[in-house]
């Protein structure tokens, strides 16, 4: 198996990717609601992934 | 009151009908969801949870192996062992074919080991889904 090196915001936003894929497909009852509930998870995800990024930034002063 | 009533009054599903589906769940990612025709859903919810899976081992992640002591310790072993075995056939596999790496500092390998344990979870989920449509309580 190939070793593969990504960094933080690469492997943080493939997670995302494929967690709001998961939680889109078993949360809501409609494929519309999937779908738009799995768009809205990652737009969460990257969001908390760019606050969470400037906190740690100023945080290290 | 009445909704509480009718919710625990709710007829339970026969052992028969949802314990294979939720073992075949659990043995292949998506799988129910294929036995059960939800197909597009079955092919979202496969390809997620091995590619996760997959780039995990990519990544060098580690596994985790059941490991007693004070309680964040237990907690984070044997949640994390209960976690790894939740991918089913990829974990089995992984482990029969000798996968074995130890744990090592570094942001890949850490991202790699929550990769392992991130996408058993989303395969309880799916399970957790897939009960739901046998229960009838999903489409």
């Given at each position: 198996?190939?070793?593969?090196?990504?960094?933080?915001?690469?492997?943080?936003?493939?997670?995302?990717?494929?967690?709001?894929?998961?939680?889109?497909v078993v949360?809501?009852?409609?494929?519309?609601?999937?779908?738009?509930?799995?768009?809205?998870?990652?737009?969460?995800?990257?969001?908390?992934?760019?606050?969470?990024?400037?906190?740690?930034?100023?945080?290290?002063? | 009151?009445?909704?509480?009533?009718?919710?625990?009054?709710?007829?339970?599903?026969?052992?028969?009908?949802?314990?294979?589906?939720?073992?075949?769940?659990?043995?292949?990612?998506?799988?129910?969801?294929?036995?059960?025709?939800?197909?597009?859903r079955?092919?979202l919810?496969?390809?997620?949870?091995?590619?996760?899976?997959?780039?995990?081992?990519?990544?060098?992640?580690?596994?985790?192996?059941?490991?007693?002591?004070?309680?964040?310790?237990?907690?984070?072993?044997?949640?994390?062992?209960?976690?790894?075995?939740?991918?089913?056939?990829?974990?089995?596999?992984?482990?029969?074919?000798?996968?074995?790496?130890?744990?090592?500092?570094?942001?890949?390998?850490?991202?790699?080991?929550?990769?392992?344990?991130?996408?058993?979870?989303?395969?309880?989920?799916?399970?957790?889904?897939?009960?739901?449509?046998?229960?009838?309580?999903?489409?």
């Amino acid at each position: 198996m190939p070793k593969v090196t990504l960094s933080h915001f690469e492997a943080a936003l493939l997670f995302a990717l494929f967690t709001s894929i998961v939680l889109g497909v078993v949360t809501k009852k409609t494929d519309r609601d999937r779908l738009m509930y799995g768009f809205k998870s990652f737009g969460y995800f990257v969001l908390a992934l760019f606050g969470l990024g400037w906190l740690m930034y100023f945080g290290h002063g | 009151m009445s909704d509480s009533v009718a919710a625990v009054k709710r007829p339970s599903v026969p052992l028969i009908r949802w314990v294979p589906v939720v073992a075949l769940a659990w043995i292949l990612p998506g799988g129910a969801h294929f036995l059960l025709k939800r197909t597009g859903r079955a092919i979202l919810i496969s390809s997620a949870v091995t590619l996760t899976f997959l780039l995990g081992i990519m990544m060098r992640g580690a596994m985790f192996q059941p490991m007693t002591g004070d309680l964040l310790t237990t907690i984070i072993y044997c949640g994390g062992f209960i976690g790894d075995m939740a991918s089913g056939l990829l974990y089995l596999f992984t482990v029969w074919l000798g996968y074995e790496q130890p744990e090592i500092a570094g942001h890949v390998h850490d991202y790699g080991t929550k990769f392992l344990v991130g996408a058993g979870l989303m395969n309880v989920l799916a399970m957790v889904d897939a009960y739901e449509i046998v229960a009838g309580r999903k489409a």
